[in-house]
């Protein structure tokens, strides 16, 4: 809550005050000491005022999809219920401008209700940071009669939209991450290798006849195939450092690092999936989590979840992960960490490579 | 309530004329109850009828009113207020752009109603009413201006909001005195003397180290010598006391409890008096009084005396003390070698005499009174020692009526040194206080003047004061010869009393006191100035009390032989001991031989020959008026119930086809907003209406429509069938029965 003093008004209203002090300090009876309550009155009347006009709103706020994605225009909706018996004057509406853009509800518009009056505002929104956070309208804002001050609320109910990041190709441009990859490392569980391994099973059909292995089929009297190993390919590993903000201090400046750091390693994740070339991915979701992309499928779960998945549970998580990063430091070929940490000041720092 | 403010407004501007109007507050709640009803009874009508008709028949009662009214009662207040309230209400019905004119009205209103309040002392005749319209006047305003100022007139801040200030604003008692800010004062004052009083500290203990003599207060530098004064507050004695500072009597002519503070004489460079005790120990035997007697005008008290910002070696203890000790032992100097120093603390027992006691008077006048009976001089009466009591008989008559025990103040062989004082030893100690030197003839004029009526010493004493208390009291002397007199001689007091009595009439306490001194002395009186201070006490008992500079004073005293000193107050601005009396009488009526001068009881006014028989109102029988208005009430009701009807089914009777679908498909958009549930919007489109009827006629009411837009919409040539007409009919009776059913 933020109380906001127009000098100007008070300045005459002080004045007014002051001359109906006046005034009953020299005539008493109601012509003087009737407009003096009255003036001394306003201000209380009118905090008052306010909070039961605050009481009686309820605001709700929606997206016609689940989850949004950047850039993109959606329809949202605002329902706004004055419950009240007494009107709401000229409420005046603070919209998330700074990371959404409403088209069709200006940043600062005025809405008066009647007693028991409703209204529904609709509009296109487009969110500006992938991310998960509020949009819509952030504050509502009621001011006096004589307009002494104005107090900005926050909204009942903030909306809480989950914007996926684009699929670009920073991360790709930035890392040369072809020459990360080559043929030995972690196996895929969907990818084999091109040459039969020594696993083996009874032959079905289609399998290519170059893989029976006749020998041994000769002592089962059945006939066996050998089975490919799984692809092992060059363990890259992208660890995502997220900075540890409480959502409460999330502006501008930190929507536009994680709006980075998330398009970053979808960017390395698509790069990796869509060429079938297992990555893993480990990065904090309450705890640690490892996911590991080698398809355009498990990038999509990836996709799904990276836009509001990204948290700590506590700051041991932090921690722990922090662990991780100065343990890989040390140590060299385990594979190849690819590490983005978001909360950085250099551009530099962002993306470190380790092995 | 702009209803309301202005007919307070117009009834106060027909009370300048008409004085005479009675009810004035009746008329008014009952003129805006019948306005309220109007508007209720409009809105009631409004349900069944739309248009101008519930608006007149609204306002048919209110004939019936008149005359139900006037029949009934012989005032013709109501039935006026009936006739107003009707005419107001159909000002506010047809009056153009009515809020607009509101508006601008108030701005008309207000002033006219503070020149009424200001000029004529209008709105005073009932309070509640005065209040209730300023109310409404100050939300109207308020509102007004906000609209006009602050929205621009654009959006109004909705009306609830002011009448909830004024609500507030009605219910907080509203004072017929202005703002007293006594308080604020007293608190500031207060802050300021704290603030003061540290410096004070600085300065006293400052004044030590740098010079003795430069402290100033009000005791010590008092202008005797008749200058320009300036006292400061500054504290200079801490009284204390476990006495109430106040004393409750019976006002004898309201019978009424009253309260009134204690006023204490303290006078500078005094010893204990207990020559004083024992003269009035021997006055009081002398009349026989007995305990219960002196107690009407005598007590003894203690007092506690603590210096403050006052460097003096004057002992400083009340009048008539008869027992004086420090912290140490009894003080047996009245000034000490060296200043006493702040802190230091006197303790004193004395006689608090009330020396406007009518019985006390009484007392003093009567052995006068009696010697004069006897052929004798009055100025001649005699010494009581002539027939005193011994040290013994003294002692158990002061511990009987007084409490006193006299072997504490003087011991025996100090008594009878006392009361062996011969007549011509007692008239050479008096005689400095007869000095009249430097006294002009026309103060020996005055003098005689004054007390050429007086029958006794008491009565000139009075008599001089009393003259004196007509002069300006001012701390401004407008004399050219301020502070140079030098009031330690006769010679400096005379030329102060000759200046302020002839010259300049203005002055403060020892202009009075030196005046009064010299006027008594030229009358034969023995007479002199005590300086010192005096003291009222507040209402409410406190641990300490403090005596500022500005309690400092000086007043005369005059001997009367066989009584002693008597202190008066000839400084007008002082009560004088007849007016802070304590009012004490016996308990059985007691006729004292003082009798001031009582008024002679008003006779009664003769009884006013052919003086009108009080008239009996008849009183308003509410059944006689309340019934028959419902009756009417209700009989308009189902007037404009059925009136309405009859005239729709005339209307539709005589209509075109064309008309006729027109009103149909009116009805039924009606009907089906009553079946539907709340919140149904009218966007405009006629088929948003179908699915709220039921679906069995659902396909009758989108035929209906059909028809409908094709009349709507189409060439004009093309008409309704007379079996379209019969079908757009009986659709719509059906679904104004479906909804009759469901309500």
Redesign the interface.
């Known amino acids: 809550m933020k109380i906001q003093i127009h000098k100007k008004n008070l300045f005459i209203y002080v004045l007014c005050l002051t001359g109906f ?1 006046v005034l ?12 003096l ?2 003036l001394m ?2 201000i209380p ?2 905090i008052a ?1 306010v909070f039961v006009n605050y009481h009686f709103l309820s605001l709700f706020q929606e997206i016609e999809v689940h989850k949004v994605s950047k850039g993109e225009n959606h329809i949202f909706r605002s329902f706004i219920e004055n419950s009240g018996i ?2 709401i ?2 409420m005046v509406l603070t919209t998330y401008n700074d990371r959404c853009d409403l088209y069709d509800i200006q940043n600062g518009a005025e809405l ?1 209700l009647d007693s028991m009056g409703k209204e529904e505002l609709s509009s296109k929104i487009s969110c500006k940071y992938a991310g998960a956070y509020n949009v819509g309208i952030e504050k509502v804002s009621f001011a006096d ?3 002494i001050f104005s107090v900005d609320i926050n909204v009942p109910y903030s909306f809480r939209a989950i914007v996926r990041p684009r699929i670009t190709d920073i991360a790709g441009k930035t890392l040369d991450l072809e020459n990360l990859i080559n043929s030995t490392g972690l196996k895929s569980t969907r990818q084999f290798e091109d040459i039969p391994g020594s696993d083996m099973r009874i032959y079905q059909q289609g399998d290519a006849l170059s893989s029976i292995n006749w020998k041994v089929s000769a002592k089962l009297s059945d006939l066996m195939v050998r089975l490919p190993d799984q692809m092992e390919k060059r363990h890259v590993t992208v660890l995502m450092y997220a900075s540890n903000i409480p959502e409460i201090k999330w502006d501008t400046e930190f929507l536009k690092k994680r709006d980075y750091f998330l398009e970053f390693a979808v960017s390395a994740a698509y790069h990796f999936g869509s060429r079938n070339v297992p990555v893993e991915i480990i990065y904090p979701s309450g705890d640690i989590k490892h996911s590991i992309v080698d398809s355009y499928d498990t990038f999509l779960e990836f996709y799904n979840i990276v836009a509001d998945g990204i948290f700590y549970s506590s700051e041991k998580v932090q921690k722990k992960l922090l662990k991780i990063i100065d343990e890989k430091r040390g140590s060299y070929g385990t594979g190849t960490w690819i590490i983005l940490r978001e909360d950085c000041d250099n551009p530099m720092d962002f993306c470190s490579i380790i092995g | 309530m702009f209803a309301f403010s202005l007919l307070v407004t117009c009834l106060e501007l027909y009370l300048l004329w008409d004085k005479k109007a009675a009810s004035y507050a009746l008329f008014t709640f009952t003129t805006i109850g019948l306005f309220f009803f109007y508007s209720i009874l409009q809105h009631v009508f409004e349900l069944f009828a739309s248009g101008k008709g519930p608006t007149v028949f609204s306002l048919l009662p209110s004939v019936l009113l008149f005359f139900l009214i006037r029949n009934a009662t012989d005032s013709n207040e109501a039935s006026i207020a009936v006739i107003v309230s009707a005419l107001l209400r159909l000002i506010f019905i047809f009056l153009p752009n009515v809020e607009k004119v509101i508006d601008y009205a108030v701005f008309a209103i207000t002033p006219l109603a503070l020149y009424l309040y200001f000029s004529y002392n209008s709105f005073r005749e009932n309070k509640l009413v005065g209040v209730l319209c300023f109310v409404c006047l100050t939300v109207l305003i308020m509102s007004v201006v906000q609209k006009l100022f602050i929205e621009k007139n654009k959006d109004v801040f909705p009306i609830y909001f002011f009448i909830i200030v004024g609500l507030f604003s009605a219910v907080i008692p509203v004072r017929e005195e202005p703002i007293n800010w006594t308080y604020v004062i007293e608190a500031g004052e207060r802050f300021s003397e704290n603030i003061a009083e540290k410096f004070d500290q600085v300065s006293y203990f400052f004044s030590d180290i740098f010079s003795t003599d430069s402290f100033s207060s009000g005791y010590s530098t008092l202008g005797k010598a008749g200058g320009k004064i300036a006292s400061s507050k500054k504290t200079q004695l801490i009284l204390r006391t476990a006495e109430n500072p106040y004393f409750t009597f019976k006002d004898p002519v309201t019978n009424k409890n009253m309260i009134r503070r204690r006023t204490i004489y303290l006078a500078g460079g005094k010893l204990s008096d207990a020559e004083g005790l024992i003269r009035f120990a021997h006055f009081m035997r002398a009349h026989d009084a007995d305990k219960q007697y002196v107690s009407l005008f005598a007590r003894t008290a203690r007092l506690s005396i603590e210096y403050g910002y006052l460097k003096t070696g004057d002992e400083i203890a009340p009048i008539n003390s008869i027992l004086l000790t420090n912290s140490r032992d009894k003080i047996i100097s009245e000034k000490s070698m060296l200043p006493h120093k702040m802190g230091y603390t006197l303790n004193s027992t004395y006689l608090d005499i009330d020396y406007g006691s009518p019985y006390l008077i009484d007392l003093i006048k009567s052995p006068l009174k009696s010697a004069a009976e006897n052929g004798e001089s009055p100025a001649s009466n005699g010494l009581y020692y002539d027939n005193a009591m011994t040290y013994d008989e003294c002692q158990e008559y002061l511990s009987n009526i007084l409490g006193i025990d006299l072997s504490k103040i003087i011991s025996p062989k100090e008594y009878d040194k006392l009361i062996s004082t011969g007549e011509d030893a007692a008239s050479k100690a008096l005689a400095p206080y007869l000095d009249t030197t430097g006294a002009g003839s026309r103060m020996q004029i005055l003098a005689k003047d004054l007390t050429s009526d007086a029958l006794d010493t008491y009565d000139k004493c009075r008599l001089i004061e009393n003259y004196l208390r007509q002069y300006s009291y001012s701390t401004v002397a407008d004399d050219k010869n301020a502070g140079v007199f030098d009031l330690s001689t006769t010679k400096g007091m005379s030329q102060m009393a000759d200046s302020f009595l002839f010259e300049t009439g203005r002055g403060y306490c020892v202009h009075f006191a030196s005046s009064m001194t010299m006027l008594l002395r030229l009358s034969g009186i023995p007479a002199r100035i005590v300086t010192g201070y005096r003291y009222v006490f507040p209402f409410e008992k406190e641990e300490s009390y403090k005596v500022s500079s500005a309690n400092a004073h000086a007043w005369p005293e005059a001997y009367i032989e066989g009584v002693g000193w008597i202190p008066f107050e000839p400084t007008t601005v002082y009560l004088t001991a007849g007016d802070r009396s304590w009012n004490k009488a016996p308990v059985e009526a007691q006729v004292t031989d003082y009798a001031p001068i009582y008024e002679s009881v008003p006779h009664l006014p003769e009884t006013i020959a052919g003086a009108p028989e009080p008239v009996v109102k008849r009183a308003l029988n509410i059944a006689y008026v309340i019934i028959p208005v419902i009756a009417s009430i209700l009989l308009l009701l189902l007037i404009l119930i059925f009136g309405s009807r009859a005239i729709d089914k005339f209307r539709y009777r005589h209509s075109t086809p064309g008309e006729r679908l027109h009103m149909d498909v009116t009805k039924i958009k009606k009907s089906l907003r009553k079946l539907s549930a709340e919140g149904f919007i009218d966007r405009g489109l006629i088929y948003d209406y179908i699915p709220l009827a039921p679906s069995s006629i659902q396909d009758n009411l989108k035929k209906v429509f059909a028809i409908y837009y094709r009349l709507e919409y189409s060439p004009s040539d093309i008409a309704i069938t007379p079996e379209e007409s019969e079908f757009v009919k009986s659709v719509s009776e059906e679904v104004l029965r479906l909804s009759d059913r469901n309500s």
């Open positions: 002090i009953a300090s020299f005539y008493g009876g109601p012509v003087s000491f009737v407009p309550y009255a009155l306003v009347v009118s005022y007494l009107p004057h000229k008066s009669p004589f307009k």
